[in-house]
């Protein structure tokens, strides 16, 4: 059984640039969710996508947008980055939305 | 609102108990986690505890609920370096049907040999 991934590892973008992030989720499961990471602080809620719909949004700007597959892996977008956006965003897949989350290992992107 | 808090640090010896300490706001949390991080790594699942136990004991770690005063611990024994890590502390959104977890700002534990 494979795990959660996330690609690429590590990106470094600059200010005004766009950004796509991907994860793929845990076999069997329909659920992913987006977490950002900044340094020294616990992962912040972005959002969650559900059989291919967002299924809840944390306090996050529209600019963070997403989409799921049907084979429910998932992108995550920014646009206009933020030197503030730079951070380490942790995918979470789960079986069912509400059920335990699996993360992945994350990807660091930093703006300069 | 919704908030998760836990202690920065906590420093201990090869072989001695590490008690990591975490309060939360919502009561109406279903469930309660404790995650384990390493250097430049995703999250790690360590446990977690139903909101309707006072106690769970899984191998060498024992976590402990008081739903009164919201206060949760992760008690790890016989410590080891390799234990050296941050512990995130993280309720489940009863508000919502997503279960957005929400982390306090983690325990950086080091462990000296």
């Known amino acids: 059984e494979t795990g959660v991934t996330q690609s690429p590892t590590h990106l470094i973008k600059t200010r005004g640039q766009q950004v796509t992030l991907r994860c793929s989720s845990q076999s069997g499961h329909n659920t992913v969710s987006w977490y950002q990471q900044a340094l020294g602080q616990g992962p912040q809620f972005i959002f969650q996508?559900?059989?291919?719909?967002?299924?809840g949004r944390g306090n996050f700007p529209p600019r963070f947008s997403g989409l799921q597959f049907p084979n429910y892996s998932s992108e995550l977008n920014v646009n206009a980055l933020e030197l503030d956006d730079s951070a380490l965003y942790l995918c979470?897949?789960?079986?069912?939305?509400?059920?335990?989350?699996?993360f992945g290992p994350g990807t660091r992107l930093t703006v300069l | 609102g919704e908030d998760v808090e836990q202690s920065l640090f906590l420093s201990v010896r090869e072989g001695d108990s590490s008690v990591i300490n975490c309060t939360y706001t919502?009561?109406?949390?279903?469930?309660l986690y404790w995650y384990k991080q390493e250097p430049g790594a995703g999250l790690q699942l360590l446990t977690y505890?139903?909101?309707?136990?006072d106690m769970k004991q899984d191998q060498r770690l024992t976590v402990l609920l008081n739903k009164k005063d919201k206060h949760l611990s992760l008690r790890i024994a016989d410590t080891q370096t390799g234990d050296s890590a941050i512990y995130f502390c993280a309720e489940g959104e009863s508000s919502s049907n997503t279960g957005k977890l929400i982390f306090g700002q983690g325990t950086t534990l080091q462990v000296k040999p």
């Open positions: 919502d009561s109406s949390s279903t469930y």
């Open positions: 505890i139903f909101s309707n136990m």
């Open positions: 996508y559900y059989r291919e719909e967002e299924n």
């Open positions: 979470a897949s789960s079986l069912e939305a509400g059920n335990e989350q699996f």
